[in-house]
């Protein structure tokens, strides 16, 4: 794997805000549309968006990028993921096993659910309270196992996006591999996971507020939400510059608008 550098204990989560909101600012109209196709391909295509989650989102940090180096940048350019179809398709499946898991457990219950509501209609005329200790003591079976389930899928579902979180603009700004991106990727993010907590629950926050306005304020929120983790990317990660990447002093990360610098 080529050798690629990256900062511990860099990122500025209100500093990736501000800047990534001075990027948008400019272009916001673009950067608003790129986010509601996004947001049209993953609902419209809910059967398949597991598979698109990833190029689809190359395509963004894609021109992102561009644009945080000063380069010319267009609407078209966020199909820019597709032409490393594999490598974003592997990561973008890698990142949604939580959204996947969570699809076959809301499966498996509704079909159970309604199993056992089958049961209980055809088993009606027994003792009245029998019937009704049994439905208690199933319910709230239920209830626990599902308790449980929220808990561990909660854990494992931060832990998971922690880990994989630069892995997708690292396999579009340099030429490596699937398996590499994710594997970088969980070591810079848990040399900085104090800043990418603080950034996403900052980033859920403006969420927040954007459903509380309106209901559909939020859309108008996703492209600083995209933007807020591009410049944690980069305060982590040096600019790759043009030809082989192959860095020996990389800058510092207050020219990416981080101020927790501490070398790497």
């Known amino acids: ?15 990736c805000i501000s800047n990534g909101w001075n990027l948008v600012k400019p272009n916001y109209g673009m950067y608003l549309g790129i986010a509601l196709l996004a947001a049209v391909i993953y ?3 809910f059967c398949i968006s597991f598979f698109l989650v ?26 820019k993921g597709f032409e490393k179809f594999g490598a974003t398709l592997a990561v973008g499946l890698v990142q949604s096993v939580p959204g996947i898991i969570y699809q076959i457990f809301d499966l498996f219950t509704n079909v159970t659910s309604t199993l056992i509501q089958l049961g209980q209609q055809g088993t009606r005329g027994g003792n009245f ?3 009704s200790a049994t439905e208690v003591a199933i319910v709230g079976g239920f209830l626990a196992a599902y308790l449980i389930f929220i808990f561990v899928y909660a854990i494992f579902s931060l832990v998971w996006a922690i880990s ?5 603009p690292l396999v579009m700004e340099h030429n490596i591999g699937p398996v590499d991106a994710l594997k970088l990727s969980a070591r810079a993010a848990w040399s900085n996971v104090f800043g990418v907590v603080v950034l996403a629950i900052l980033v859920w926050l403006m969420l927040i507020a954007g459903v509380l306005a309106l209901c559909i304020g939020w859309l108008f929120v996703l492209p600083l939400v995209t933007a807020s983790f591009a410049f944690a990317y980069r305060q982590v990660f040096p600019s790759a510059a043009p030809g082989p990447i192959t860095y020996n002093t990389p800058p510092p990360p207050t020219e990416y608008g981080g101020s927790f610098g501490k070398g790497v």
């Open 164 to 168: 994989f979180v630069f892995a997708i």
């Open 43 to 45: 609902s419209c295509l």
């Open 129 to 131: 309270y029998q019937e």
């Open 54 to 79: 990833g190029p689809v989102m190359g395509g963004v940090y894609y021109v992102m990028l561009r644009d945080m180096r000063g380069e010319p940048v267009d609407f078209g350019m966020m199909f």
């Open 1 to 15: 794997m080529t050798n690629i550098q990256y900062y511990k204990g860099v990122i500025d989560p209100t500093g």
